[in-house]
């Protein structure tokens, strides 16, 4: 059995087509596409990469994709670089911090806000009526002085001379 990289060269090749052109409808850039012909998978960062450009590309040229895969999953399992899927997380105590943030990117953010414009209201509602409550219960005159005019004390015994200029009726 051929590898893949011969079988998509061959493809690309019964099409008469060129790179460039299998470049432009896949939109995989050329040199991905010339790496993948010649089964240079070291040119690339992780697997799933090259499942997805082999996959474009056996669609493209109209090889069986499902037939395809398996031998590039045996062609990957050689290398030395690719014969484990990669570790997501590293090896690293988690800290308190991370432990908080995991926990904050569970949080249903609209239900929180929801609940929280909910207080907000209540809390201006309530706050409104016992205002008013209160304005309405007390005395409205409660502020003012006593009764009687009391003029204030001045020390200085200047007065003003009334006005002469009274009209009579």
Known sequence: MSTVAEQLRHARE???LTVHQVAELTKIRTDHIRALEEGNY??????????????A?????????????????AELAQTTKFREHPK???AQPHRWLD???????????RLVLLLLLLAVITAAGIWGYRTW????TQDPLRQLGPGLYQPKQSTGGEVLPLSTNVPKK
Not at 57 to 73: E, N, P, R, S, W
Not at 104 to 109: F, G, K, P
């Open 57 to 73: 590309y056996a669609t493209l040229v109209k090889l069986d994709v499902a037939q395809l895969m398996t031998v590039l999953a």
């Open 88 to 90: 997501l997380t590293k």
């Open 133 to 136: 409550h209160n304005n309405r």
């Open 99 to 109: 432990a908080f943030m995991l926990q904050l990117s569970s949080v249903n953010w």
């Open 42 to 55: 070291d040119m690339f960062a992780a697997t799933v990469y090259i499942r997805g450009f082999v996959r």
């Open 14 to 16: 019964a099409q008469h």
